[in-house]
């Protein structure tokens, strides 16, 4: 039997070999968390030296045919520059209204890694609907806008407010404005409707296959790849979130300020999407306290709704304008 003084050097070191595991364990976890990081929130394409159209458009899809739409009518659209809150220079599309009075404004977001261009078929359906002033933003770090990071909705929130500031300048008053955002679009018109700084003329806010919160998305998608999805792993992204945005996932949350937005809201989302999952819109919706409908599409994927039911869609789209007094 052994002695206490030949036992326990066996225990130091068998304990000392478990924190170096530990510590290897850690240190690869947060090197792949800053890697994780990195593909999350750097920008998707350089910003191009110039706006050019692209040289084959796929018409497939009713967004293919919106944007073909766009590039054939470009001349009508004129190029908008503003500067962010943080020195960014970011950028839009403007078709302005036939009658110059026109009090609608409707205010376009498109989503991650997509091109402002994919919203025209949104602007085709509006201008169908009424007469209207479209503004198609070029959300930061994506298209003509600067920016290295991309803030999922919560430093875009405050552009979409500028931009509409700076529409209500620009244009006769007083407006009527409605934002229309499809994924990381829709999560940022309700964190802008959320942050109690909406502007009077926004009269209400369709969101297209929002996320409840921008952690539990990258949660549901590291699980759906990788079976499953330590928190720490989590923590590890948020805090390099923190160290170089200045927030962490947990804040970038529609679902958290969905109790303080007045304006109505309506929720569409696909039955089919695997990537938002449409019970992120039923969570966001059932905190709403304004006005408020959930559109859900049997069988449409990740913002394809418009396009597997437009005659649905249009008109769902049609009865909140009616409610909102817009039509």
Known sequence: M????EVIPWVLFVLLCLVFLAGCGFFVLYFLARKAFHIIFDRPQPLPAYDRSPTEINQDTIYGRGQNWFYSNRLDFE????????????????LPAKEADTKRLVILIHGWKDVPANMAAFAQM??????????????????????????????????ILMWT????????GPLNTIYHGFSMGAATALIAAGSRRLPRSVVGLIADSPYDSFE??????IRKRYRFAPRIFLRLI?????MYIGYTMRQISPAALAKQI?????LIHGTADTFIPPHMSEVIY????SPKRIFLVQDAEHVMSYDIAPSSYSAEVDQFLQYCGIV
């Open 126 to 159: 509006y201008l169908e609907k009424m007469d209207c002033h479209i503004l198609i933003v070029h959300m930061r770090t994506h298209g003509m806008s600067e920016g290295r990071y991309i803030g999922y909705g919560l430093s875009e929130s405050q552009d």
């Open 79 to 94: 190029d908008v520059k503003m500067t962010s809150y943080d020195g960014l220079s970011l950028a839009a599309y403007y």
């Open 2 to 5: 052994l002695s206490a003084s």
């Open 165 to 172: 500031a700076l529409m209500e300048e620009r244009l006769p």
């Open 238 to 242: 948020s805090h390099f979130s923190t």
């Open 216 to 221: 539990n998305l990258v949660g549901h998608l």
């Open 286 to 289: 059932n905190r709403l306290q």
């Open 262 to 266: 007045e304006v109505p809201v309506l």
